[in-house]
């Protein structure tokens, strides 16, 4: 059977990206990302997907202000202990042998900072874009960040910063009838961090696939 090879390359590589070089990204270049990743589906082809792309010292102001309103460095030794343990103890392990700081300080404010990529995404739909609308949201965010790494840029799905839905909300002015729904960081990646190089785990086909029908 053929196939595409590039486009399986590119799912298998795909790796989330944590240190990013300062570099900005042109905005021709995301304005080519985004073109790809709006033929993602969606349901009845209603296309829910906002986006606001925002860099610059907007972006650096953002930075700040979810470290502030999360209270990143406020944390008590034994909140960051029991995230360290949560961490050694779950698949994503692998990050403690790749990182010098505490995985606190590299993760979870990390996160808020957005890895310090130069660009930050929005995605968000019309809150009346129908109950197919959030479903559609993943397959706009896997689409754009293969189309990302197609294009050598380096893309992190992050969840800690919205966290933080007000900040979050204002920062990027989101029209009171949509729903935040998922936080990109975007950048070139840093070719030589290690934490960049290491590949995270996934499960093998016949753990998570049940069949029906067959032999
Ligand atoms: C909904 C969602 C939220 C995530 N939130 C974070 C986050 O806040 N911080 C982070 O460093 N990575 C975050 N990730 C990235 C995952 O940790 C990563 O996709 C997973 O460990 C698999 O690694 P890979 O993307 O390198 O294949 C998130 C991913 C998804 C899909």
Not at 76 to 88: G, N, Y
Not at 138 to 149: D, I, N
Not at 192 to 213: K, Q
Request: aromatic share 10%.
């Amino acid at each position: 059977m053929t196939h595409s090879r590039a486009i399986d390359d590119a799912i298998r590589e795909r790796r989330s990206i944590r240190v990013f070089r300062p570099d900005p990204v042109p905005r021709g270049l995301i304005e080519e990302i985004l073109d790809v990743a709006r033929w993602a589906p969606s349901g009845s082809n209603t296309q829910p997907w906002r986006v606001t792309v925002m860099g610059g010292e907007q972006a650096d102001a953002l930075r700040q202000r979810l470290e502030e309103a999360a209270g990143v460095r406020n944390w008590t030794e034994a909140q960051r202990e029991a995230q360290h343990k949560r961490i050694a103890s779950g698949p994503m392990a692998w990050i403690l042998d790749c990182v010098d700081e505490p995985i606190w300080d590299f993760l979870i404010g990390g996160s808020m900072r957005f890895f310090d990529a130069p660009v930050a995404l929005l995605v968000s739909y019309p809150g009346k874009g129908g109950s197919w609308a959030p479903a559609a949201i993943p397959a706009f965010v896997t689409t754009l960040m293969l189309a990302a790494h197609a294009r050598g840029l380096g893309t992190v799905w992050l969840g800690w910063p919205m966290g933080q839905g007000d900040t979050v909300r204002e920062a990027f002015a989101l029209p009171d009838d949509e729903q935040a729904s998922a936080f990109i960081a975007l950048g070139y990646p840093d070719p030589e961090a290690p934490v960049n190089l290491a590949r995270s785990t996934r499960y093998e086909v016949d753990e998570f696939s049940r069949w029906i029908g067959w032999e």
